[in-house]
């Protein structure tokens, strides 16, 4: 039986899967200790699950489980690669690349670096969501110590250039950063074939708890070296201290194992269901797809309803289909995705514009049911506006 609202925001957050409760519970209660408490089994228990854990993270994007840093999500990681880098290597050079359609952890962090004599370059991006390559090779100077661009956008869906950046970084013996909350687990990710030095990710994305990420710092070729953050402990490789969260690390160590296990067929179901929902949702007319639709990831898409703004859109259906307009970290801001104005849309058509985020427990009957009730909606919408226009 169909049970509203149909969750469609999956780039937001995701359902923890029951398989990962399961593995999680113990550690509330009977298996409690202390990771770092390393004399009794209390704490050897822990440290022994923290260590499984860091490994199958590390299968998950072909790192090892070393390099592995445990934190409380992506924005703490990407705080920590950002700041981290421009502290360790300020002799080197104090000149950050990054994008203006990174999450708002990457830029406000850009931002904070600035204050403190740090210089950023901003690469636009082109109408598709992708950076130039051939810009970002002009915008390389001899003080450029990291390249930080996502792997995956969280708005449109759209995956960079991501090997042709690395080999552009590693020319020029540059680090290169990536966020890839949104891509790590649903599709394919290898620091190594990739040619990442940092890579950031978090466990609600996949189906994992929220809290708990995760920062990959290559160890070697080149070993990269960061400034902790946060200090007390030397927990982490001296990367960040604090007491671990067993149980969310647990949960997050049987995330990765499930998206090792099912992320290729999952892909290709919830890129089937995408593909539905998109093809139905154009066949209205005046109903557009915003981003590269050749690189993207296979369970998002971004739509602009032109003649419909997208608030009017999600507060009618608010009781029957759970959708955003962008992130869920600006989604309380008035003004139109930052995303899609990079991206040269116009405020209209920002405005109008919603994203979908399938997940691994969407059914055809929930986009069946949207595609319907969208429709409707959006018919409705255009009946009301025309009517308004002509009086």
């Known amino acids: 039986m169909l049970q509203l609202p ?29 990771a770092a408490s390393r004399t009794h089994s209390f704490g050897w228990i822990a440290e022994e699950t923290v260590e499984t854990a860091r490994k199958q993270l590390a299968e998950l994007i072909n790192a ?3 390099e592995i840093i445990f934190t409380s999500g ?11 880098v ?11 690349i990054t994008a203006t359609t990174e999450h708002k952890a990457v830029l406000d962090t850009c931002k904070h670096i600035e204050k403190l004599g740090g210089e950023i370059t901003y690469l636009n991006v082109n109408s598709d969501g992708r950076i130039d390559v051939d810009e970002l090779q002009k915008n390389i100077r001899s003080t450029t110590i990291l390249i930080a661009i996502m792997y995956a956008n969280n ?40 040619g990442i030095d940092l890579l950031a990710f978090t466990a609600h994305k ?3 708890p929220k809290g708990i990420g995760a920062l990959y710092v290559r160890r070697k070729n080149p070993r990269v070296k960061l400034i902790a953050q946060t200090d007390g402990g030397g927990h982490e490789r001296n990367m960040r201290s604090g007491t671990l969260n067993v ?17 290729e067929t999952e892909a290709t179901r919830l890129n089937d269901l995408r593909n539905k929902l998109e093809n139905n949702l154009i066949s209205l007319g005046d109903v557009s797809v915003n981003g590269n639709k050749e690189f993207r990831l296979p369970h998002v898409t971004n739509l602009s309803f032109k003649n419909s703004t997208a608030n009017n859109l999600m507060i009618r259906l608010n009781t029957k289909i759970a959708i955003s ?67």
Do not use: W
């Not at 957050?13 to 409690?32: G, H």
């Not at 421009?86 to 950050?96: M, P, Q, R, V």
């Not at 149980?247 to 992320?263: H, Q, R, S, V, Y």
């Not at 139109?336 to 997940?359: H, I, T, W």
């Open 6 to 34: 149909v969750y469609l925001d999956n780039n937001s957050t995701t359902r923890c899967d029951p398989r990962v409760v399961e593995v999680m519970l113990p550690y509330f209660s009977e298996k409690f200790g202390n």
């Open 64 to 66: 090892d489980k070393t």
């Open 74 to 84: 992506a924005t703490e990681s990407d705080n920590l690669a950002l700041k981290g």
């Open 86 to 96: 421009f502290e360790n290597y300020s002799s080197k050079g104090n000149h950050i």
């Open 155 to 194: 708005e449109t869906g759209v995956i960079q250039p991501i090997k042709k950046i690395s080999a552009i970084a590693k020319e020029h013996g540059i680090l290169f950063f990536c966020d890839a909350a949104q891509a790590a687990g649903k599709i394919k990710v290898d620091v190594i074939d990739d």
């Open 206 to 208: 996949i189906y994992g």
């Open 247 to 263: 149980p969310a690390i647990a949960g997050f160590g049987k995330a990765c194992e499930l998206c090792m296990n099912e992320m």
């Open 325 to 391: 307009s962008g992130s869920a970290c600006t989604s309380a801001l008035p003004e139109p995705s930052y995303v899609l104005k990079a991206m040269q849309l116009s405020d209209e058509l920002a405005n109008a514009s919603l994203r979908f985020g399938l997940g691994r427990f969407t059914t055809e009957e929930e986009i069946d049911f949207a595609i319907k009730e969208i429709s409707d909606m959006v018919h409705k919408l255009r009946t009301e506006n025309h009517a308004f226009i002509k009086t």
